[in-house]
């Protein structure tokens, strides 16, 4: 029998065992577009089951959850496995170029080993997202980690390597703060899994230790202000599709296993200060980011600023769904907008910031540096790509009708119902702070510049990948329908009665 | 940072007291407790080398230390689930794959520090960061 769920952590497994297994450069090619085709099949087959039966689960091997390891679907899953999908196979594509032997960006080394790494990435992504178990995703988390680290390290420039050290020692701490979470948790409730931890009665102390411990460790993954300090090296000294799968990808896992805690396991009277703080944090990362955006020379390192500002928005969903200690929902009635909008602030942040680190590859190719006085003229040398990163910043903007629109508006209107209005302010300051980032990018594209410099020719598919994925995120603003009846399937975003 | 880690060590003290005393009719210390607390003390001590040493190979070394204090902490308790057939398996079996991982990650850590050292002759991130 074909289960689609095991088949989206098993598709890209196999196929980075056979990349790895198969280095030449013959199989190259054949090998990456197989796996990346079976593991799109796999998703589309996940998706057209939850969208038709409902949320799955399945028990690895027949052991049912106590014992075993289960595996769960619900709409929120399918709607991170899709963009992890659409996403990951148009950075492939840009991928088969970069690391084939047409480009002299890259050594034998980075070609063989880019498609082993990438793969057991995914496929680890797609772990996180249909485990049900939590010390199941300890382990997908650690590898994404490792993984990740090692992708970065493929250029094996020595900036690039200790970027990479330093998110991986920040990383490791973070994996042992949860691992250390996993065990309190499963020291109170006897269990490891999410759905038979939801059902027990809520403990008090050590579940509130147990989720700062996991909180810390997740947010320091995810790199929520303050602890955001290795994001902006690592995601800018790697190459251009490594950049784009860090910040659009690998940073949006930590933070769902944040968010399926938060609303599957823990509740309380502490909750609501704890959601505030996450708020307020996620508030200065959008202020602080964008303010460092501001000071950038360097295209890559003004994106990935950006990253770190475009995360703040994410933890915006804690004060809107925390329960105020007396009981009742701080924003009772809102709590569908407020989890659509994260949700869809996620997915069009992965698209855009997809397109936005593609298009600083084709411009690294093109111009040989990043520098953002390098690139005078660009609007007419290489349209298509100014193009991109111009309809990618609109989104990231949330200029309508774009996806990042969309994700802001249902997060301001949330905010309005619960009576919360300051993170409104903030939500307009940070729009500001990142039109003032995007339109000082694109500033230095539109000065025009006849002086002949030495130019290496762009090609047409990587531009058309970044492309893409930019309008793909202005798209999906225009159809909101089909992706929220997606997100409510199975109730994700459950919200307790106290007892 | 020195105060990231005094919070954190207050967690970790209140809670593994609260997590040993959770089980009924307990004497206030039982040997299960001390093996907690044990485990927490070595979390914070490896938490403190990490926060305040710069050399790699302390770095690595202070996460394995912390590392060892998780693996503590659930042998604590397996060993305080223990019914008539023994102790319970389940958390031993999560400090074995816990350890499988630490152990790849630390080797995937000195592999990047003996090759950020060849490349750059310094076995620290910061240059010039004399702490070792």
């Known amino acids: 029998m074909i289960e689609p769920m095991a088949w989206c952590i098993l598709a890209p497994f196999i196929g980075a065992s056979l990349a790895f297994l198969l280095p030449g450069r013959v199989w190259r090619r054949p090998i990456a577009i197989g796996a990346i085709g079976a593991t799109l099949a796999s998703v589309w087959m996940l998706t057209s089951q939850v969208w038709n039966s409902g949320a799955q689960r399945m028990d690895l091997s027949g052991w049912p959850a106590p014992l075993g390891i289960g595996l769960a679907a619900d709409g929120f899953s399918v709607f991170m496995i899709v963009m992890t999908g659409v996403v990951g196979s148009l950075i492939g594509a840009y991928a088969l170029w970069h690391y084939s032997d047409l480009s002299d960006a890259t050594e034998p080394a980075e070609r063989r080993l880019f498609w082993p790494l990438w793969l057991i990435l995914w496929g680890s992504l797609n772990a996180i997202y249909l485990s049900s178990d939590i010390f199941n995703i300890y382990v997908a988390l650690e590898v994404i980690t490792l993984a990740a680290v090692a992708l970065i390290t493929l250029s094996g420039k020595a900036e690039a390597l200790v970027a990479a050290m330093r998110y991986l020692l920040a990383a490791f701490l973070g994996s042992l703060s949860y691992l250390m979470g996993v065990a309190l948790l499963y020291a109170t409730h006897g269990a490891l899994d999410l759905v038979i931890i939801a059902d027990q009665e809520r403990a008090g102390l050590p579940e509130v230790g147990a989720f700062a411990l996991m909180a810390t460790g997740l947010a320091l993954k995810t790199a929520l202000f303050p602890m955001h300090f290795w994001l902006p090296p690592a995601h800018s000294k790697a190459a251009a599709p490594v950049s784009a799968i860090l910040s659009a990808l690998v940073v949006k896992a930590s933070f769902y296993v944040l968010l399926r805690l938060w609303f599957g396991v823990f509740d309380g009277p502490a909750m609501y200060a704890v959601g505030i703080l996450l708020g307020t944090l996620g508030s200065a990362a959008i202020i602080w980011g964008a303010f460092q955006a501001l000071r950038q020379m360097s295209l890559k390192l003004l994106i990935a600023h950006s990253t770190v500002a475009q995360i703040g928005y994410l933890f915006l969903i804690f004060p809107l769904t925390a329960r105020r200690p007396s009981g009742e929902l701080a924003a009772a009635g809102w709590i569908t907008e407020a989890c659509t909008g994260v949700s869809y602030h996620a997915l069009s942040h992965a698209l855009a910031k997809a397109a936005m680190f593609l298009g600083a590859g084709v411009v690294l190719h093109v111009y040989g540096s990043d520098l953002l006085t390098n690139m005078r003229g660009m609007s007419r040398r290489l349209p298509i790509t100014t193009f991109a990163l111009a309809i990618a910043g609109v989104s990231l903007m949330g200029l309508p009708p774009s996806g990042g629109f969309a994700a802001k508006w249902l997060i301001v209107t949330a905010a309005l119902g619960a009576g919360q209005w300051w993170w409104v302010l903030v939500i307009l300051i940070g729009g500001l702070l990142t039109a003032g980032y995007i339109f000082l990018m694109l500033r230095w594209a539109f000065i025009s510049e006849d002086a002949p410099i030495q130019l290496r020719p762009a090609n047409m598919p990587i531009q058309l990948a970044a492309l893409a994925l930019a309008l793909l995120s202005v798209l999906v603003g225009f159809r909101l329908e089909e992706p929220f009846q997606l997100l409510v399937i199975g109730d994700p975003f459950p919200i307790f009665d106290l007892p | ?132």
Do not use: K
Request: hydrophobic residues 50%; proline residues 5%.
């Open chain 2, 1 to 132: 940072m020195t105060l990231l880690s005094c919070g954190y060590m207050s967690v970790c003290f209140g809670v593994a007291s609260a997590a040993g005393a959770a089980t009924p009719e307990t004497p206030v210390l039982t040997s299960h407790l001390v093996y907690m607390l044990t485990a927490c003390l070595l979390f914070c001590i490896g938490l403190f080398g990490l926060i305040t040493r710069g050399h790699l190979m302390r770095n690595v070394m202070s996460l394995n230390v912390m590392g060892g204090g998780v693996f503590l902490f659930l042998v604590a308790v397996a060993r305080r689930d223990a019914g008539e057939s023994g102790p319970d398996p389940v958390p031993h079996a999560m400090t074995l794959t816990g350890i499988v991982v630490a152990l790849a990650a630390s080797a995937f850590a000195l592999a990047l520090a003996r090759r950020i050292h060849s490349i750059t002759g310094e076995m620290r991130l910061e240059p010039g960061d004399d702490n070792s």
